[in-house]
């Protein structure tokens, strides 16, 4: 059974970054769209980030442009990178494939600040 392990987040000030990442048990990242989702405080989950084996991408309206997804085949490690984080942001995050297919890892809360 492949597991999925995210890190990286914590508490973003205004004007910081923070890349979060997700280690794949098995090399599913390879030959399936990886994704990025995240349930914020009180919501159900919600989809984030798709990018495809041929390096497109597809992000929802509300961090288009200031947030990126990125992959390292050879360590089954796909990436989020935040950037001006906002508030609206604060949510545990997550990576799974898209569609989802594979069990939920316990997520990583990130918190933007206002």
């Known amino acids: 059974q492949v597991q999925l392990v995210e890190s990286g987040g914590g508490l973003v000030q205004p004007g910081e970054s923070l890349r979060l990442s997700c280690a794949a048990s098995g090399s599913i990242f390879s030959s399936s769209i990886a994704g990025w989702y995240r349930r914020p405080p009180g919501k159900e989950r919600e989809w984030v980030a798709s990018?495809?084996?041929?390096?497109?991408?597809g992000y929802a309206d509300a961090v288009e442009g200031r947030f990126t997804i990125s992959k390292d085949n050879a360590k089954n490690t796909v990436y989020l990178q935040m950037n001006d984080l906002k508030i609206e942001g604060t949510a545990v995050y997550f990576c799974?494939?898209?569609?989802?297919?594979?069990?939920w890892g316990q997520g990583n809360q990130v918190n933007g600040s206002p």
């Open positions: 990018l495809f084996s041929d390096g497109d991408t």
């Open positions: 799974n494939s898209v569609p989802v297919f594979y069990t």
